[in-house]
């Protein structure tokens, strides 16, 4: 596994424990009908955990767009991974597909119609998200970087055309 700097072990402490927090709240949200007028914990958790990853995501395609900045690739990658590999199914919890958390989830009723696929594409996007933080860690070239993002990229995409609300 590649190193992790103090400030990216504390954000996976962070992330973790917030998947600690969200399956508790999952659970909790299961058990009694959600206020549809108040925003879900569950679906603002999820939320937040992903525009992480799109935030870092855009951090690594700057790099390998622009000047490439190995150490910002790195802990844009060991973010990536951290989320990806955190305990995300808990955000998921059936019926989150409706209501909304910062803004409307735009998640698709088809990810629990398809709950095989759906957790498949989940830990690929783990495995991808590790092997780009591998990889960019390991002193690979920028080729191999770019290899591996757009790995991980098609896998976010698949999830996103198959679940994912179109705006």
């Not at 299961?30 to 549809?36: H, I, R, S």
């Not at 696929?117 to 590790?130: D, K, M, P, W, Y």
Request: charged content about 20%.
């Amino acid at each position: 596994m590649p190193t992790m700097n103090k400030r990216s072990a504390k954000l996976v402490a962070m992330l973790l424990s917030t998947g600690a927090i969200a399956l508790a709240m999952g659970s909790a949200v299961a058990q009694q009908a959600p206020d549809p007028a108040k925003p879900n914990p569950v679906i603002k958790a999820r939320q937040s955990a992903f525009q992480i990853v799109a935030w870092s995501s855009g951090r690594i395609k700057a790099n390998i767009d622009g000047q490439y900045n190995k150490d910002d690739v790195v802990k844009a990658a060991n973010t990536i991974a951290a989320v990806a590999n955190s305990t995300v199914a808990p955000l998921f919890p059936v019926g989150s597909d409706k209501g909304h958390g910062w803004h409307d989830t735009a998640l698709l009723p088809d990810a629990f119609a398809d709950s095989y696929r759906f957790r498949q594409l989940a830990i690929t996007l783990g495995a991808e998200a590790a092997e780009l933080a591998k990889v960019a860690d390991g002193g690979a070239d920028l080729p191999a970087v770019k290899a591996q993002y757009a790995k991980l990229t098609r896998t976010c995409k698949a999830c996103h055309d198959d679940y994912r609300a179109k705006n």
